[in-house]
């Protein structure tokens, strides 16, 4: 998030200020410096709140053929763990907030979820689980508090249920925070927000004690989105006209100058040694001004460049983050639009696998997914020979269940016409309804076409088959380690 304004040391002019904090910022990282030097590895979330689903196998195929080692799960779900089984990537599980309140208050609920989500696949040619998320961006500012006095007693349980198991040596606890739980008007006055810092204290000094890194969201996209004074260029990595100048530093980019911010937080509570790890980062290419294709790609493929040069920051010079995990690997349509409807267009990836832009993580150009089971290539779309007069309703009763973003004002399917509307908001539902005939009726006003509608960028999806009705052949590689889950499953119940 952008830099927020607080005072600090306000009996000094603002130029001693300034000087004075990075001062005492440098004096604190050159007393607690640790931090090993590591070459980044660049990441994906992936995310299923999906109104299109493709396969967990296909999806780990794609992952695989781009050499992506490491991915990040907002869940435990049993078909995405299932579909990693073997695979040798390196996973992140999460658990949502709305548990922490339970395996905070019992040591039983923490047992069992270990025993479910971690211990079940952690066997011999099984998933490659090495941290454990204790909820997501808890301590957001819009959350008024609800769930931060869960997380320190989850985290204590947890740690103990791990042990249990014999697996705190190998899988580590991480808390993904949000950028807006440090704040200052320059990176070295970085501070937490004073009603978190009890609370963060306590969980990074459990975090440092069991090895496990800081986990922060970046998003200089919703700086700028949400406020018209930010600089544009900025919140990208080719250069600005707008640098931020703090004592002897100048930070070019809004994701140095954010990630400083949280290292001199960090150094004023005793954890300036504290490793580092990117939880989310990206850019939307749909749903809102400045969130385009071309813009995705260049944030996108300037971060990478960035964190693989391994030039690291101001305040850790040629120490990047331990990794970083592009938000996100695919679109998902059923995400709620309530922070904007560019929620629905973070992928890399469109739904079906299919790379929205040339980006190169480090192994070559993306590749996009094999074997994607699509619908019948036909498309419903408005009836050219009936009058449309009354098909307002229709739309918004088809726009309530599929996923029309794309058509309000920023979207790439913003300036089709009135017809390009109806027969986007008709085909989106048609496919949803896994091209069922009766779905494209509309009282008449639909029709079944075989010519692609799809006009410039604005694309006319065809709907990918139902996974869950075809995967059993699919198993082929995976049969041993599932069988001893059914059977972990049969005991454990």
């Given at each position: 998030?952008?830099?927020?304004?607080?005072?600090?040391?306000?009996?000094?002019?603002?130029?001693?200020?300034?000087?004075?904090?990075?001062?005492?910022?440098?004096?604190?990282?050159?007393?607690?410096?640790?931090?090993?030097?590591?070459?980044?590895?660049?990441?994906?979330?992936?995310?299923?709140?999906?109104?299109?689903?493709?396969?967990?196998?296909?999806?780990?195929?794609?992952?695989?053929?781009?050499?992506?080692?490491?991915?990040?799960?907002?869940?435990?779900?049993?078909?995405?763990?299932?579909?990693?089984?073997?695979?040798?990537?390196?996973?992140?599980?999460g658990i949502p907030n709305d548990m922490l309140a339970g395996l905070s208050s019992s040591t039983s609920a923490a047992d069992l979820w270990v025993a479910q989500?971690?211990?079940?696949?952690?066997?011999?040619?099984?998933?490659?689980?090495?941290?454990?998320?204790?909820?997501?961006?808890?301590?957001?500012?819009?959350?008024?508090?609800?769930?931060?006095?869960?997380?320190?007693?989850?985290?204590?349980?947890?740690?103990?249920?791990?042990?249990?198991?014999?697996?705190?040596?190998?899988?580590?606890?991480?808390?993904?925070?949000?950028?807006?739980?440090?704040?200052?008007?320059?990176?070295?006055?970085?501070?937490?927000?004073?009603?978190?810092?009890?609370?963060?204290?306590?969980?990074?000094?459990?975090?440092?004690?069991?090895?496990?890194?800081?986990?922060?969201?970046?998003?200089?996209?919703?700086?700028?989105?949400?406020?018209?004074?930010?600089?544009?260029?900025?919140?990208?990595?080719?250069?600005?006209?707008?640098?931020?100048?703090?004592?002897?530093?100048?930070?070019?980019?809004?994701?140095?100058?954010?990630?400083?911010?949280?290292?001199?937080?960090?150094?004023?509570?005793?954890?300036?040694?504290?490793?580092?790890?990117?939880?989310?980062?990206?850019?939307?290419?749909?749903?809102?001004?400045?969130?385009?294709?071309?813009?995705?790609?260049?944030?996108?493929?300037?971060?990478?460049?960035?964190?693989?040069?391994?030039?690291?920051?101001?305040?850790?010079?040629?120490?990047?983050?331990?990794?970083?995990?592009?938000?996100?690997?695919?679109?998902?349509?059923?995400?709620?639009?309530?922070?904007?409807?560019?929620?629905?267009?973070?992928?890399?990836?469109?739904?079906?696998?299919?790379?929205?832009?040339?980006?190169?993580?480090?192994?070559?150009?993306?590749?996009?997914?094999k074997h994607v089971e699509y619908l019948p290539y036909r498309w419903c779309i408005a009836n050219p020979l009936k009058d449309l007069a009354e098909v307002t309703?229709?739309?918004?009763?088809?726009?309530?269940?599929?996923?029309?973003?794309?058509?309000?004002?920023?979207?790439?399917?913003?300036?089709?016409?009135?017809?390009?509307?109806?027969?986007?908001?008709?085909?989106?539902?048609?496919?949803?309804?896994?091209?069922?005939?009766?779905?494209?009726?509309?009282?008449?006003?639909?029709?079944?076409?075989?010519?692609?509608?799809?006009?410039?960028?604005?694309?006319?999806?065809?709907?990918?088959?139902?996974?869950?009705?075809?995967?059993?052949?699919?198993?082929?590689?995976?049969?041993?380690?599932?069988?001893?889950?059914?059977?972990?499953?049969?005991?454990?119940?």
């Amino acid at each position: 998030m952008g830099f927020k304004k607080m005072a600090l040391i306000t009996h000094l002019p603002k130029q001693e200020q300034t000087l004075f904090s990075f001062l005492a910022v440098s004096v604190l990282l050159f007393l607690c410096w640790g931090v090993i030097k590591v070459e980044s590895g660049i990441g994906v979330n992936w995310g299923t709140i999906s109104l299109h689903k493709m396969s967990p196998f296909t999806v780990v195929n794609l992952l695989k053929q781009n050499k992506i080692q490491k991915v990040k799960l907002f869940d435990a779900d049993p078909d995405v763990m299932k579909g990693l089984m073997g695979s040798g990537l390196e996973v992140m599980v999460g658990i949502p907030n709305d548990m922490l309140a339970g395996l905070s208050s019992s040591t039983s609920a923490a047992d069992l979820w270990v025993a479910q989500n971690v211990s079940r696949y952690m066997v011999k040619g099984g998933v490659n689980i090495k941290y454990v998320a204790v909820g997501n961006e808890p301590f957001l500012t819009s959350y008024s508090g609800q769930y931060q006095s869960y997380v320190v007693p989850a985290m204590t349980n947890l740690l103990q249920s791990l042990a249990k198991a014999n697996l705190a040596r190998n899988v580590k606890l991480v808390v993904p925070c949000n950028a807006d739980a440090y704040e200052s008007s320059l990176p070295s006055q970085g501070t937490f927000r004073p009603e978190l810092t009890p609370i963060i204290t306590q969980m990074v000094s459990l975090l440092n004690s069991n090895g496990s890194p800081f986990v922060v969201n970046i998003y200089p996209f919703l700086s700028l989105y949400g406020n018209s004074d930010f600089p544009q260029d900025y919140a990208f990595f080719e250069g600005t006209t707008h640098a931020v100048t703090d004592g002897p530093n100048v930070y070019y980019n809004a994701f140095d100058g954010n990630l400083d911010t949280l290292i001199a937080a960090l150094a004023k509570i005793g954890y300036g040694q504290m490793p580092i790890v990117i939880g989310e980062v990206g850019w939307p290419t749909d749903g809102a001004l400045g969130a385009n294709l071309t813009a995705a790609r260049v944030f996108n493929q300037g971060l990478v460049n960035h964190v693989l040069s391994n030039k690291g920051t101001p305040l850790r010079p040629q120490v990047p983050p331990m990794d970083v995990y592009l938000f996100s690997l695919l679109d998902e349509g059923a995400k709620s639009v309530l922070p904007g409807n560019f929620e629905r267009h973070w992928g890399i990836f469109s739904f079906d696998g299919q790379s929205k832009y040339p980006l190169n993580l480090g192994n070559g150009l993306l590749k996009n997914a094999k074997h994607v089971e699509y619908l019948p290539y036909r498309w419903c779309i408005a009836n050219p020979l009936k009058d449309l007069a009354e098909v307002t309703n229709h739309v918004r009763l088809a726009c309530s269940y599929a996923d029309c973003t794309t058509l309000n004002y920023g979207g790439s399917c913003n300036e089709i016409g009135a017809k390009g509307n109806i027969s986007y908001a008709f085909n989106s539902y048609y496919q949803l309804q896994k091209q069922n005939p009766r779905s494209c009726d509309f009282d008449g006003l639909g029709m079944v076409t075989f010519l692609n509608p799809s006009i410039g960028e604005c694309r006319f999806l065809v709907g990918v088959s139902d996974y869950a009705s075809s995967s059993g052949f699919r198993l082929q590689n995976s049969w041993i380690p599932v069988l001893l889950i059914l059977l972990w499953d049969a005991w454990l119940f």
